[in-house]
């Protein structure tokens, strides 16, 4: 259902993306009908796995439709703030989609199964009522009474904890919200050394969900006490109709069955504020997908027309960003004739917004659209790539054409790169080409677009990545090659001199405004075409007769780590130590007290029973003095004695059973409170140390490990963590308890039953220990599986728009189907099991139970302590049955913390063990590079080989090389990202590598080509410290960005998706003007900016920066006229350095950006 309505739905992004909400349950939904002491523990497997096929089913069925909406989905982009009113009613943002994939639709589908306890419960609080009835007559309607009173105030208690549910949801979103975007973005982070205050912001944001926790958690205690209250006093108040009203006496035959009847009501009473709890959740969720499900459809707009051929036009067209009347492109007439079409603008013109509108994905206002009515490669600014070989990703579920294939490699200047990959084209990139350089990225992502059979090709500016002659390789042999004769391209580009000579046509787009002009239709010049093949030959010749393999490795993305066997003990420890050892204290000595009581509410009936005279024993036909056994001459008995016979007054006896069921009810309030404090102190300690973990640890983690991986751990399994652990931990300790003490007891009647307590202990053992290796390793499986199902989808929706140009939602809603299926085939097999673990216990409990009582009977008790044996008996039955079952859940459960546990030991960077001068560096300070060597990964071959060269302080030096070269390699090192194999890198005389890192990231600027923007103001963006004051702000995005008309309280998106690419390169560029760093790196930090604006940029940056020393990675000639020293890198190596003008042109890789 999901899936259905995500390919179709409209979607309208806003300010708030990235929406996640938490799932605080256990990830399988297990029920705990365990978690009242007085559970009986059997009553799960009765429609288990019916049950658990419906919710598989209507999981599935939820999943495809929200898949299918999502794919009509539409962004939109501004730069206005929404309205607090409008937020709860804003539509879905991509983030909102992944949490109704991994929260919502997961905990609709696990309470499928509750519906049969909804028939379960009811009739067994009947039928029970009906015994006891039998037993009491009308007096126990007195009880019902009291139990219909607690739920009436109960429904008062609900609708307010509904009401702070829904707080706690919005606190977990914006935790979740924050941990998101600090994931995605921790490597800038950790480059600028920021790291630390999102941090901090972080556990600001979790620590209100925390504290809205303790609200939701004290609400639903106070309703779960009134229930237990409630239920407690049912036999109270039914004993006190029999005995003090109805002038009956209590025997032994009536009290004991009445009691197991009225702990079997209890049993049942109990579990109703669970179920209701998780079925308000459910609710909440359901109105979510609801809400979802009822947002507008992507359809076609009556102004456009889908026509057989290949023709584009508008006519007369306006368009808006979804959601916006703002006009962002006005009254268009274009014709798009087959050849090369190149849009070319200022930054921010309109020149994106006119290939979204040729793709349908803007509103159209009013005007013709008129487009094929098939297939259209399209190529994104931001290449989108998935985690799998280049072939893959270039086919992109084509069928495989050898000759085009081939022909497309080279085309796309991609020969030498995979002939330079260890496994060629099979190589994986890892999530979204991490894998790959950015030039590597944009060509794999254009050849995606040229290998297929689509008669258009919409290209946004796959050039800007790209250095000078492997872009004018690409525009002779792609734009101009066999490949794409015939065939309609639009590209959007700024290099707008390599392609106009053979353009058809060439447009402007000015202010949402379009101007044609006739491009020259003659091909590249001969001087053109041979610079390009002798760049192509002089990049084969340099390479080195060793063939070092690029940066891809055999598997870029590891296999996520599955432990086997059972939780090791210091998982358990670790999570003991995170509760801290005197709450646990607390919590082991509230549930003896608590077991204690519960003895001694069965021995007080037993003496207020035989408290009326001699009693006939009915099972042996004698008569036996109660007082007869040793233990009828305990304190206990002789504390009993004092009291009057209940025959005349009994009063003292249900005072008595009153302060006890009180005692009771104030113990269990005790334990869970001592429990809400373990999961509290757990949850926040665990999640800190996790966290800090993860920010600390080395750069070759982020690129092994998928995001969605990282969000599986952070998200679902610290949503165990923070759900029914230790809840669990209380269960089981209780039950444990009860199993002792119920032993001890009995055994102190009857010594015989200690042998078959071993026997009966030993066989239930036995199934378990059966059960629990395979549950654990399924459980593992179903975590596992679960990662990519999240990553894939995430990925997926960063994709949408390209998805979709393509026409692929069928094989993609297939594959993600598939992935559900392997996931739910985990599930499948673990309910499976549970079933198959519920049926062998349910026989043997009850065959216990048949043969204590045959031992009681024939004990020759007084019917009294007969009665006690058997109620002891029956609760030995329940604790070892529920002491197994919630033990193996409470590992099952722990398979979480093993996994949050792991993050606690991933490898961290080394801090630095130099801590620099406040001076450092200087302006004046020298970088020197000394037989550098660096690799990736132990496992891979060398990113830079013996790199040995002098920056002068204050030098403004040229990094050039072809794409893969190793140009960003060199970039990083200088942050320190990566330690050297061999060699050193100083600055100042320092080595980098053993000064504190942050302090050498704080004090260097480095601009990525991809800057990472998050969401909230442009104040925000450019200084999250906030270490310079609003004015100096005001003064730099003024110098920088005084087009834009922005403003310090301009909002920004996450990622800045309310920007074009050249405006999110223009807050890079603002943050290292207001840094005004001594050493400043920019990684082709002007690619997608048009020549003028980056002139104007590059004039600013030399009057702010003319002290720094500034090293550029460089694609255009301009960025090496203005340096004062050049680097050529080819394959990790430097084949020419000095001077710009001493460079040898002939040899060098780059001889035109000369």
Known sequence: MLFEKTLNRKIVATIRDDEVKENDEDMNGEPDSDSSPNGNGASERQGLLNGHDSKSNQKQSFLSKVFRKTWSGIRFRSNKKPKPANEDNAPASMGKILNLMRGDVYEVSQRFWEFQRLINKPLGMILSLCLVWNLLGPSCLLGVAVVLLAQILNTIFARILIKKEQLRRKATDTKLQQVSSYVEAIRHLRWYGWHPVWLEKILEARQAELDLKIVTFLWNLTIRFVNILGSGLLPVAAFYGFTALAGHELRIDIAFPALQLFNMLQSDLKEIPDLITVLLNASVAVGRIEAFMQEPNKTGDDSSASISGGVLELRNATFAWPGLSKEVLRDITLSFPPGLNVVFGQVAAGKSALLQALLGELDLHHGEL????????????????????????????????????????????????????????????????????????????????????????????????????????????????????????????????????????????????????????????????????????????????????????????????????????????????????????????????????????????????????????????????????????????????????????????????????????????????????????????????????????????????????????????????????????????????????????????????????????????????????????????????????????????????????????????????????????????????????????????????????????????????????????????????????????????????????????????????????????????????????????PHLDPALSDVSFTLKGGSNTAVIGRTGSGKSTLALSLLATMTPESGRILIGGIDIAKVNKQALRNRIT?????????????????????????????????????????????????????LSQGQRQLVGLARAVLRRSAIVIMDEATASIDKNTAWEIQRVLREEMEQSTVVTIAHRPSAVRGANYCLALGNGRIIEKGMPEEVDVANSTVPDAI
């Not at 969401?1015 to 410290?1025: A, E, F, I, K, Y």
Request: with cysteine.
């Open 370 to 937: 008129i487009k094929p009515d098939a297939p259209i490669a399209y190529c994104a600014q931001t290449p989108w790539l998935q985690s799998m070989s280049i072939r893959d990703n270039i086919l992109f579920s084509s069928p495989y054409d050898d000759l085009r294939y081939k022909q497309t490699l080279e085309a796309c200047a991609l020969t030498a790169d995979l002939a330079n990959f260890k496994h060629g084209d099979l190589s994986n990139i890892g999530e979204n080409g991490i894998g790959l350089s950015g030039g590597q990225k944009a060509r794999v992502a254009l050849a995606r677009a040229v290998y297929s059979r689509a008669k258009i090709l919409l290209l946004d500016d796959p050039l800007s990545a790209l250095d000078q002659q492997t872009a004018e390789s690409i525009v002779a042999k792609c734009f101009g090659g066999e490949l794409t004769k015939g065939r309609t391209i639009v590209l959007v580009t700024h290099r707008t001199d390599l392609c106009k000579s053979m353009a058809e046509q060439l447009i402007e787009i000015t202010e949402g405004t379009a101007q044609t002009y006739k491009g020259d239709s003659l091909q590249l010049s001969p001087t053109t075409s041979r610079t390009a093949q002798t760049l192509q030959d002089a990049m084969m010749v340099k390479v080195d007769e060793a063939q070092e393999s690029a940066a891809v490795p055999d598997k870029y993305e590891e296999e996520e780590h599955r432990e086997h066997g059972g939780v090791k003990a210091a998982v358990y420890w670790q999570y003991i130590k995170a509760g801290r050892l005197r709450w646990w204290s607390l919590v082991v000595l509230s549930a003896i007290v608590f077991r204690l009581l519960m003895v001694a509410e069965s021995w007080l009936l037993k003496e207020w029973g035989e408290a009326y005279g001699e009693t006939e024993q009915v099972y042996n036909l004698q008569i036996v003095h109660a007082k007869s056994h040793i233990m009828s001459s305990s304190p206990v008995s002789r504390f009993f004695e004092r009291f009057p016979d209940p025959g005349v007054n009994v009063y003292p006896w249900l005072i008595a059973f009153l302060v006890l069921i009180i005692a009771e009810c104030v113990g269990f309030m005790i334990s869970q409170i001592f429990m809400l404090v373990i999961t509290y102190t757990a949850g926040k300690g665990m999640f800190k140390d996790i966290m800090t973990k993860v920010s600390h640890t080395t750069f070759h983690y982020y690129d092994v490990v998928p995001i969605g991986r990282l969000m599986n751990r952070l998200t679902s399994d610290v949503g165990t963590i923070d759900g029914n652990i230790s809840n669990q931990f209380l269960v089981v300790a209780w039950q444990a308890i009860a199993w002792v003490t119920s032993i001890a007891v009995i055994a102190g009647v009857t010594p015989l039953f200690l042998v078959f307590s071993f026997v009966l202990t030993l066989a239930f053992i036995f199934i378990f220990l059966q059960f629990l290796p395979t549950s654990q390793s399924l459980r593992r499986l179903e975590m596992v599986s679960l990662s990519p199902l999240m990553s894939n989808f995430g990925a997926l929706l960063n994709g949408l728009t390209t998805v979709r140009a393509f026409c692929a939602q069928s094989q993609f809603q297939d594959g993600v189907i598939a992935v559900t299926d392997a996931f739910q085939g985990m599930d499948h097999f673990y309910w499976s099991l549970q079933a198959w673990l519920m049926y062998r216990f349910d026989i043997l409990s009850a065959f216990s139970t048949f043969i204590m009582t045959l031992l009681a009977i024939n004990s020759g008790l007084s019917p009294g302590l007969t009665a006690f044996v058997l109620a002891s008996a029956s609760r030995f039955v329940v604790a070892t049955h529920a002491l197994c079952k919630q033990y193996g859940q409470l590992q099952l459960n722990f398979v979480s913390v093993e996994r949050v546990v792991e993050l606690l030991h991933l490898e961290q960077e080394d801090a630095g063990e130099i801590e620099p001068p406040a001076y450092w560096p200087s302006y004046n300070d020298d970088i020197v590079f000394e037989d550098v060597t660096i690799r990736y990964a």
């Open 1006 to 1058: 480095f601009l990525a080509q991809d800057p990472v923007l998050f969401p909230g103001s442009l104040r925000h963006n450019l200084d999250p410290t906030e270490q310079h004051t609003d004015e100096e702000c005001e003064i730099v995005i003024a110098r920088v960005c005084g087009s834009y008309n922005w403003t310090l309280q301009t909002q920004i998106d996450t990622g800045g998706k309310n």
